[in-house]
């Protein structure tokens, strides 16, 4: 059985656009499905509804989760975003973790296309095509 997204209530909280990304932009990066990272948010923690809506990924846990630090994801999902743990999946992500909930606007542009390679990840820029 799935466990309910409220089981995990730090993910993503506090909720900031440049730590979420859609679960379609998440299986891209995890080169997976769209119900695999629906079904990992259920499982893992990884993304939550947000307002009860459409549901959003935390590009940090799922990192934490495609690497298989499990002691990064508990710390994250305990509400941990200070301890060098954690902290470092920010900086990978270049989220300073003291703007969490308050990004500057020149920063709330994100990446568009994400890879995966073994274990690392990589943000790749891309322009937007129509």
């Known amino acids: 059985m799935i466990a309910p997204e409220e089981n ?22 995890a080169n997976r499905s ?19 809506g459409k549901w959003a ?18 710390a994250y999902l305990a509400g941990d975003r200070a301890s060098h743990l954690v902290e470092a999946y920010y900086a990978r992500f270049g ?15 994100k990446p568009e296309i994400f890879a995966h390679s073994g274990k690392t990840l990589q943000i790749v820029q891309g322009q937007r095509t129509a």
């Open 57 to 74: 990924v935390s590009i940090v846990a799922l990192a934490m989760l495609l690497d298989g630090n499990r002691t990064a994801l508990k």
């Open 95 to 109: 989220i300073p973790v003291a703007e969490l909930g308050n990004p500057p606007l020149k920063n709330r542009a």
């Open 34 to 52: 769209e119900r695999t990272i629906l079904n990992w948010c259920n499982s893992h923690g990884i993304g939550r509804r947000i307002n009860g």
């Open 8 to 29: 995990f209530p730090n993910c993503l909280t506090p909720y900031d656009l440049r730590e979420a990304m859609s679960p379609a932009d998440a299986a891209t990066m």
